[in-house]
């Protein structure tokens, strides 16, 4: 019989772990997170020397985006602005490959944030990561959590008027260069997310009458949004409070299940179902596969399967949770034969040197 397996952060998540969770559902049903010494507004990149996230004035900034997530002001032939949102709750282990992968590129077409939690850590003037630290004084201890926090930020930020939101693994490379990851994710007409119907029943919790159990999803994290999706997660209340009030772990786990339940509810035919991240749960099936250096495996030939896979044989860990375990034909806005993945993890830091000689990312 197969365990319930959390799929998402194995050496994701290492540093969040440490973070105390804080998280309340305050009197008005919103997410909220006691804060005490913050009082400024949100802000990211601004004067004070550290910024901070003043959760009250989240929230309702946040009830005031418009639902479709359009963007207020003249957005008309705005060419499309790609935020990538580092969940890593502190440094960027893979900072070199990515100052790579940014290099030379218009800073109009992307924006960068690192969640760093509650930790006072700042990135130096010289890193491609100087001044896009996203804190919260008392911070979400959980990825899923993290990521909405972070996705909120990154909608309701006017000097960058983001239309994409990129959830990164801080274990994570890029796998193409910029030019090829912009123009697939631009193109695309849907959010790119892993999610199945999983095997398990769930005898013990009354989903009703919020939503059926048929309806709910399960996979991982790790991905890529339309603006309006975005929209849709950070404005959500009804099912937020559905999974944070009486979906208890082991047999939920909030990061796997909430976020892809609530949009298969909201806009099933807006999602692809897979993800753009690629990890390998084909050695162990409980875990994904994590990249070292000193392993046996060839590691030039590992990467070129996963740069030019066009059928998604990994999906998570269907075979043993998944209702409908079939490898599944990557499609891009319906015709199949496009390459499935644009981002790879595990991969452990002693990793590095030897990524940057294989020139990942491959541009
Ligand atoms: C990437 O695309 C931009 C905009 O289309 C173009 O100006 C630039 O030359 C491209 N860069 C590379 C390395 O192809
Ligand atoms: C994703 O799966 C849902 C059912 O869970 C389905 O309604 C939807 O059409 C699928 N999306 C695409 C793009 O095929």
Same mark, same amino acid.
């Given at each position: 019989?197969?365990?319930?397996?959390?799929?998402?952060?194995?050496?994701?998540?290492?540093?969040l #772990?440490l $973070?105390? !969770?804080?998280?309340v559902?305050?009197s008005?049903?919103?997410? *909220? /997170?006691q804060?005490?010494?913050?009082d400024?507004?949100?802000?990211?990149?601004?004067?004070?020397?550290?910024?901070?996230v003043?959760?009250?004035?989240?929230a309702?900034?946040?009830r005031?985006l418009?639902?479709?997530?359009?963007?207020?002001?003249?957005?008309l032939?705005?060419?499309h602005?790609?935020?990538?949102?580092?969940?890593?709750g502190?440094?960027v282990p893979f900072?070199?490959?990515w100052?790579?992968?940014?290099?030379?590129q218009?800073?109009?077409?992307?924006? #960068?944030? $690192?969640? !760093?939690?509650?930790?006072?850590?700042?990135?130096?003037?010289? *890193? /491609?990561?100087?001044?896009?630290?996203?804190?919260s004084?008392s911070?979400?201890?959980?990825?899923?959590l993290a990521?909405?926090?972070?996705?909120?930020?990154a909608?309701?930020?006017?000097?960058?008027?983001?239309?994409?939101?990129?959830?990164?693994?801080?274990?994570?490379?890029p796998?193409?260069?910029?030019?090829?990851t912009?123009?697939?994710?631009?193109?695309?007409?849907h959010?790119f997310v892993?999610?199945?119907?999983?095997i398990r029943?769930?005898?013990?919790?009354?989903?009703?009458?919020?939503?059926?159990?048929s309806?709910i999803?399960k996979?991982?994290?790790?991905?890529a949004?339309?603006?309006?999706?975005a929209?849709?997660?950070?404005?959500d209340r009804e099912?937020?409070?559905?999974?944070?009030?009486?979906?208890?772990e082991?047999?939920?786990v909030?990061?796997?299940?909430?976020?892809?339940?609530?949009?298969?509810?909201?806009?099933?035919s807006?999602?692809?179902?897979?993800?753009v991240?690629f990890?390998d749960?084909s050695?162990?099936?409980?875990?994904?596969?994590?990249?070292?250096?000193g392993?046996?495996y060839n590691?030039?030939?590992?990467?070129?399967?996963?740069?030019?896979?066009?059928?998604?044989?990994?999906?998570?860990?269907?075979?043993?949770?998944?209702?409908?375990?079939?490898?599944?034909?990557?499609?891009?806005?319906?015709n199949?034969?496009v390459?499935?993945?644009l981002?790879?993890?595990?991969f452990?830091?002693?990793?590095?040197?030897?990524?940057?000689?294989?020139?990942?990312?491959n541009?």
């Amino acid at each position: 019989m197969a365990k319930w397996i959390k799929l998402s952060n194995r050496g994701c998540d290492n540093l969040l #772990l440490l $973070v105390v !969770v804080l998280l309340v559902v305050s009197s008005h049903g919103v997410l *909220s /997170l006691q804060d005490k010494k913050c009082d400024s507004d949100y802000c990211l990149g601004c004067e004070s020397s550290v910024p901070c996230v003043d959760a009250t004035r989240l929230a309702k900034d946040v009830r005031k985006l418009p639902d479709e997530g359009e963007l207020s002001g003249p957005s008309l032939d705005q060419p499309h602005r790609i935020a990538f949102l580092f969940i890593s709750g502190g440094p960027v282990p893979f900072e070199t490959l990515w100052r790579r992968f940014f290099a030379l590129q218009n800073k109009n077409r992307y924006s #960068l944030y $690192v969640y !760093v939690g509650s930790s006072d850590y700042t990135f130096p003037s010289d *890193s /491609l990561f100087f001044n896009s630290e996203v804190r919260s004084h008392s911070a979400p201890g959980n990825v899923g959590l993290a990521f909405r926090w972070t996705l909120a930020v990154a909608l309701l930020d006017q000097n960058r008027r983001n239309t994409w939101f990129v959830n990164v693994c801080g274990a994570s490379v890029p796998l193409r260069s910029f030019n090829q990851t912009y123009d697939y994710l631009t193109s695309s007409r849907h959010s790119f997310v892993q999610s199945f119907s999983p095997i398990r029943g769930f005898r013990f919790w009354d989903t009703q009458p919020q939503f059926d159990q048929s309806e709910i999803r399960k996979g991982e994290i790790w991905m890529a949004l339309r603006r309006k999706h975005a929209t849709i997660i950070v404005k959500d209340r009804e099912t937020f409070i559905k999974f944070a009030s009486n979906a208890r772990e082991p047999e939920h786990v909030f990061e796997d299940e909430y976020l892809q339940t609530l949009l298969n509810l909201r806009d099933p035919s807006g999602i692809t179902n897979r993800t753009v991240m690629f990890a390998d749960y084909s050695n162990t099936g409980v875990l994904p596969r994590v990249f070292h250096t000193g392993d046996s495996y060839n590691m030039q030939q590992f990467l070129h399967e996963m740069v030019t896979m066009t059928v998604d044989t990994t999906y998570g860990l269907q075979h043993l949770i998944a209702v409908d375990n079939r490898p599944v034909p990557c499609e891009l806005n319906g015709n199949p034969g496009v390459v499935c993945f644009l981002f790879g993890r595990v991969f452990h830091e002693n990793s590095l040197p030897m990524l940057i000689g294989l020139q990942i990312p491959n541009i």
